[in-house]
T-cell receptor, first 113, second 117 residues
Framework: KAGVTQTPRYLIKTRGQQVTLSCSPI?????VSWYQQTPGQGLQFLFE???????NKGNFPGRFSGRQFSNSRSEMNVSTLELGDSALYLC????????????FGSGTQLSVL | AQTVTQSQPEMSVQEAETVTLSCTYD???????LFWYKQPPSRQMILVIR??????QNATENRFSVNFQKAAKSFSLKISDSQLGDTAMYFCAFMKLSGGSNYKLTFGKGTLLTVNP
């Protein structure tokens, strides 16, 4: 079974631009969640989607948004990029109705110049 | 809100020896899971072990075991027979099982473990 796939692996943008990151979950997994990892703040929860509905959202500004498609693939969008948005963005998928085991992708490293 | 604290930013151990990573957490919840994840240089987060709070028995996965002290809110990870491939950042994480937060992990800051040959 293929793991969680995130594309692209690396991304360089400039301030003010917008960016879209993609995540394909493990086949059969219906939940996709996103995390931001930075050296200063560590790992922080962004949001979680299940069957195309956002169920949970972290404390991030409205510039951060996401969506999930009917095939469970998910995209995350950041508009009006700021230098502080530079981070590793990790996607995780889960099949369990309770959550429990989250399987992570290798992340997208976003650099904002 | 839940908090997870890992007091050891870095640790090192000799190959084949045993090492213990510490984690404490703060919560008012009674129903939750605790996890240890490792993040090697490849950056992918890999689940090492999981503990259900309602279980008194400590979880074990091959060379990895935990010491779960619910009253003390402590959750340490013991790695036996350390291998070079165990070199990674280790994160302790908390997941509460209520209020629609079943998929939200709260992570500690991590402990960088280096296994020396």
């Amino acid at each position: 079974k293929a793991g969680v796939t995130q594309t692209p692996r690396y991304l360089i943008k400039t301030r003010g631009q917008q960016v879209t990151l993609s995540c394909s979950p493990i086949s059969g997994h219906r939940s996709v969640s996103w995390y931001q990892q930075t050296p200063g703040q560590g790992l922080q929860f962004l949001f979680e989607y299940f069957s195309e509905t956002q169920r949970n959202k972290g404390n991030f500004p409205g510039r951060f948004s996401g969506r999930q498609f009917s095939n469970s693939r998910s995209e995350m969008n950041v508009s009006t990029l700021e230098l502080g948005d530079s981070a590793l963005y990790l996607c995780a998928s889960s099949s369990s109705s309770v959550g429990e085991k989250l399987f992570f992708g290798s992340g997208t490293q976003l650099s904002v110049l | 809100a839940q908090t997870v604290t890992q007091s050891q930013p870095e640790m090192s151990v000799q190959e084949a020896e045993t090492v213990t990573l510490s984690c404490t957490y703060d919560t008012s919840e009674s129903n939750y899971y605790l996890f240890w994840y490792k993040q090697p240089p490849s950056r992918q987060m890999i689940l090492v072990i999981r503990q259900e709070a309602y279980k008194q028995q400590n979880a074990t996965e091959n060379r990895f075991s935990v010491n779960f002290q619910k009253a003390a809110k402590s959750f340490s990870l013991k790695i036996s027979d350390s291998q070079l491939g165990d070199t990674a950042m280790y994160f302790c994480a908390f997941m509460k099982l209520s209020g629609g937060s079943n998929y939200k992990l709260t992570f500690g800051k991590g402990t960088l473990l280096t296994v020396n040959p």
